[in-house]
């Protein structure tokens, strides 16, 4: 009976082992570091790291989105001006948490088909 009941230990041991690796590779960004962050929006399952990031009213859309991307590397897909000023990337989970606390950021959502929010 010892047998079996270390047997059993080690699976559940290996279990919340693989439960960790799951949890630390999933796309989910994790919570950002600053105070008030930028709400976000949609579900990351079928956006593919593609974000829509909205700016606070009266920022110049081309010119924040231009230091943003030299800030944090990344390449602006579309930059939004007339209907909403903001722009659309991919963005690696780490650059789209540091952008929710970017204080000319106003809100952010995944870039999923067929949705607007």
Not at 46 to 54: H, Q, T
Request: proline share 6%; hydrophobic share 40%; with cysteine.
């Amino acid at each position: 009976m010892s047998h079996l009941w270390i047997s059993a230990r080690q699976v559940v041991l290996l279990g919340a082992l693989g439960a960790g690796t799951a949890c630390h590779s999933a796309v989910e960004p994790r919570s950002p570091a600053c105070l008030v962050p930028a709400p976000l929006s949609g579900s990351s399952a079928s956006a593919n790291g593609r974000y829509i990031v909205v700016f606070q009213e009266g920022v110049d859309a081309a010119g924040e989105t231009a230091r943003l991307s030299a800030k944090y590397g990344f390449t602006p897909l579309h930059v939004y001006e007339t209907v909403l000023s903001g722009f659309n990337a991919q963005l690696t989970p780490e650059v789209a948490i540091a952008l929710r606390c970017e204080g000319s950021v106003r809100r952010m959502s995944y870039d999923e088909p067929g949705a607007i929010q």
